[in-house]
């Protein structure tokens, strides 16, 4: 009997699974508030509001790379038996076959953006002499024959990348107007002057002009990277974009897996603390200020060192490295999430203690109803704006906290692509002549970027979602 | 009050308790001198005679609790809990991995880590409340939001680029400071200026737009409507009433972290070689110095404490209504 023999075998890493659950749930959340009209009006607060729209358009294109890059598998060996498929150890992503060339292209060692030629100077053979200079790249700039082609090429390249990025920008808008016209029944005009001067409800100038910056700067990459390494090539010559943008992935996993399991700790935690009071409140104060007075830092760095020790006295469990990072990462997200969770429930126990002494929750102790029953249907629904807040303010300070874990060296795997590996691999490089700066620049960019986008919605949700806001307005 | 003090350190006694069980239970159940010994040998070296010898040079030959080969009160003391754990009541931090005394480490190195973080703490406060101020006094202008918006920018910046940064343009291309080192005496002075303006700056984000929430709040409330009706000019205003009134939250908010500004920080003193707490510390963990870890572990949990403790005090100092009893 021959077994169905395909190119590559699907990997679900333990991150993946727990991104596809979480996506899975958002989705339903999603469902259900559009269901609701009280829980429907404070998203439709924030989509109103500019500058969260702006950074939800930029977090999107963040999180769409991040779930391309989840979607794990194996290739198969060339030369293995059909009936017995062997796969390599190399673990790959969707995002990995559309980066394509971005992945496989690698040079020697160093090279500057957009570089034709190496960092470093080499002995080559030219006309039979044997002279010292700066080799060309392998990829990089390889199309051109000519050094004096490379600026014109550069300047086409990013001019055939900014009519594309626009043309699409262009097209894209066409249809919104068009498609939003139709549906509210105005005229094309009537939608267009609404547009400019603002008045459409939502902040229609705003969404328009991030998208097309994006689709721009997406296009010019795209049109550069196809013949260049936009942002060079690092120590071992590997495209220092490719690396960015799969570090992508790494940033979200900290900030959304961290959340998942802090959440379940300070919500059960919290409520019931404020709720139940008593011996319950004494037992868990005591726990969360035993947690709160160990130095953040020492008490992660501690827990990490664990887990590495028990990663390596069991290499059995992992069959390939990718497995082995992966595991690491989470138990990073557990451990953060562990330590992280006493402020929400504290701040979670707080409002509880108000609430409990509310009359409608009086009422319903007097009714007989139980303490699950109230806990669910009365002071959850009532606490749980603080949980949305501190979920979208949680996530910037976990993205930043991995570059910082990253360079003490309690962060991820070494050889786990993130932007803290980023910076700790370049930080020496900056004294080297010339200067090596394009990593750290890149991992920046990508950094502040992500981080930025998410504070600023972070704002948005929190001015639409906390009551107290709105009345000092 | 005293009795209040008296009793609050007595409530922090189980919680160092705790800290110490959950350090002893993370380093050594969890992970054994087993562990630990294999992890410093290197995998070529790890035999059970070395294991043994390596526990046997560092003292952890042991039992974890109790010695049932030992007699009398020595099979309770005789253990590495009561040994490596409860002897840090006594501040009895026993040594490194490299042989020295951790406690007089500590007490070296403290210096250093305060000559940095105090004047962080002091000047990053005062810049902090002056940028405040100035967008509390032009709020609901465009002065304000794009202060916010550059708020959140500074905020979005990772720590250690503002640390590559200014070690970059200040001290290597403009030369204008040393990138890292130490001195005592005046002539540190020149060491300590770069770290603690980087640091200052790092905070400045953050700091600004929480104080600024805190004075919003403030003049939002019926007296300052008050204090204007009657005639007082703004600059009057800000200064006398939701200054005063402001600094409350922010003081008692900045006395917690007061103790644990001998910790030092980490990073910065990493990057910028200064030999205080916070670079043993990376030092040990990177060096996976299980002992030093443990030292700061208990250390850091003890001032975090004093400083809730003082937190109430300084509670009770600045806003009379609040009695201790």
């Given amino acids: 009997m021959s077994l169905v023999t395909s190119h590559f075998v699907p990997v679900l890493l333990w991150t993946d699974a727990l991104i596809f ?453 | 009050m005293f009795a209040y003090v008296l009793r609050r350190l007595l409530y922090a006694i189980p919680i160092l308790i705790g800290v110490n069980l959950l350090t002893f239970a993370l380093f050594f159940v969890v992970n054994t001198p087993d562990d630990m010994a294999r992890l410093q040998l290197g995998a070529k070296h790890v035999t059970p005679e070395a294991i043994e010898r390596w526990k046997v040079e560092h003292g952890y030959d042991k039992p974890l609790l109790l010695n049932t080969r030992a007699t009398g009160s020595a099979q309770l003391t005789d253990t590495l809990f009561f040994q490596r754990s409860a002897a840090m009541f006594a501040f009895q931090f026993g040594k490194g991995d490299d042989g020295r005394d951790i406690g007089n480490e500590i007490r070296t190195r403290m210096g250093p880590s305060l000559a940095i973080a105090l004047p962080v703490f002091v000047i990053g406060l005062l810049v902090n409340i002056t940028f405040a101020l100035l967008m509390v006094f032009f709020r609901a202008t465009y002065l304000d939001l794009w202060g916010v918006v550059l708020c959140v920018v500074l905020m979005s910046i990772s720590g250690l680029f503002y640390i590559i940064a200014g070690q970059y343009f200040i001290a290597k291309l403009w030369n204008l400071l040393p990138i890292s080192g130490y001195a005592g005496g005046i002539h540190g002075l020149k060491f300590i200026l770069l770290p603690v303006l980087v640091s200052v700056v790092a905070g400045i984000g953050s700091g600004s737009r929480w104080y600024r929430t805190i004075f919003l709040e403030e003049i939002g409330k019926d007296y300052v409507r008050t204090a204007r009706a009657k005639g007082l000019s703004e600059i009057r205003v800000l200064f006398r009433h939701v200054l005063k009134n402001g600094m409350i939250p922010i003081l008692t908010g900045a006395v917690v972290v007061l103790p644990l500004l001998f910790m030092g920080s980490l990073i910065t003193e990493s990057f910028f070689g200064i030999p205080g707490l916070g670079s043993y510390t990376i030092d040990a963990i990177q060096a996976q110095d299980f002992s030093v870890v443990r030292a700061m572990v208990f250390l850091g949990s003890f001032l975090y404490i004093v400083g809730l403790i003082l937190t109430d005090i300084s509670y009770s100092w600045v806003d009379p209504r609040v009695r201790l009893q």
Avoid at chain 1, 104 to 129: I, V
Avoid at chain 1, 147 to 168: C, H, K, N, S, T
Avoid at chain 1, 420 to 430: D, P, Q, S, T
Wanted: hydrophobic share 55%; proline share 4%.
């Fill in chain 1, 21 to 473: 659950m979480l996506l899975i749930v958002s989705l339903a959340a999603v469902w259900w508030i559009r269901r609701h009209a009280h829980l429907r009006a404070p998203w439709a607060a924030v989509a109103r509001r500019p500058m969260a729209m702006g950074a939800a358009l930029v977090l999107a294109v963040f999180v769409a790379i991040g779930l391309l890059d989840s979607l794990h598998y194996r290739e198969r060996l060339d030369d293995s038996p059909p009936d017995r498929p062997q796969y390599s150890v190399e673990v790959l992503s969707v995002f990995d076959a559309l980066a394509g060339r971005l992945r496989t292209q690698q040079e020697k060692t160093y090279s500057a953006p957009l570089a034709m030629h190496l960092y470093a100077k080499e002995f080559t053979e030219r006309g039979g002499a044997t002279v010292r200079d700066y080799p060309r790249l392998k990829y990089g700039g390889a199309h051109l024959k000519q050094a004096d082609e490379y600026g014109p090429d550069i300047v086409r390249r990013i001019l055939v990348g900014l009519l594309q990025g626009l043309a699409g920008s262009l097209l894209l808008f066409g249809l919104l107007a068009a498609w939003q016209a139709r549906h509210e029944r105005m005229r094309l005009g009537g939608w267009l002057s609404a547009w400019a001067t603002g008045h459409l409800g939502w902040p229609g100038r705003t969404v328009v002009i991030v998208l097309t910056l994006m689709l721009i700067l997406g296009a010019v990459m795209a049109r550069l990277a196809a013949g260049y390494h936009v942002f060079g090539t690092d120590k071992v010559g590997q495209d220092v974009l490719y690396i960015s943008l799969k570090s992508i992935r790494t940033g979200l996993v900290i900030g959304t897996l961290t959340t998942l399991v802090t959440l379940p700790l300070a919500i059960v935690l919290g409520i019931a603390a404020g709720y139940f009071r008593g011996w319950v409140d004494d037992v868990i104060q005591y726990v969360y200020t035993v947690l709160n007075s160990i130095p953040g830092v020492l008490l992660i760095a501690a827990a990490v060192l664990i887990v590495q020790v028990a990663i390596e006295a069991h290499p059995d469990l992992f069959d390939t490295a990718a497995a082995r990072a992966d595991v690491r990462l989470l138990a990073l997200c557990v451990i953060m999430g562990v330590t992280s969770w006493t402020s929400l429930a504290r701040l979670l126990r707080g409002e509880s203690l108000k609430l409990r002494t509310l009359d409608y929750v009086e009422a319903a102790r007097a009714f007989g109803v139980s303490h699950a029953r109230i806990i669910s249907r009365h002071i959850f629904p009532n606490v749980f704006h603080l949980v949305l807040i501190a979920i979208v303010l949680d996530f910037s300070g976990l993205v930043l906290a991995e570059a910082v874990l990253s360079y003490v060296g309690v962060g991820v795997d070494p050889a786990m692509y993130s932007w803290g590996n980023m910076i700790n691999g370049a930080r020496l490089e900056l004294a080297r002549e010339p200067v090596v700066w394009w990593q750290l620049g890149a991992a920046f960019v990508f950094m502040f970027t992500l981080v930025l986008a998410a504070n600023l919605f972070a704002d948005g949700v929190r001015d639409a979602f906390d009551p107290r806001l709105e009345e000092r307005r």
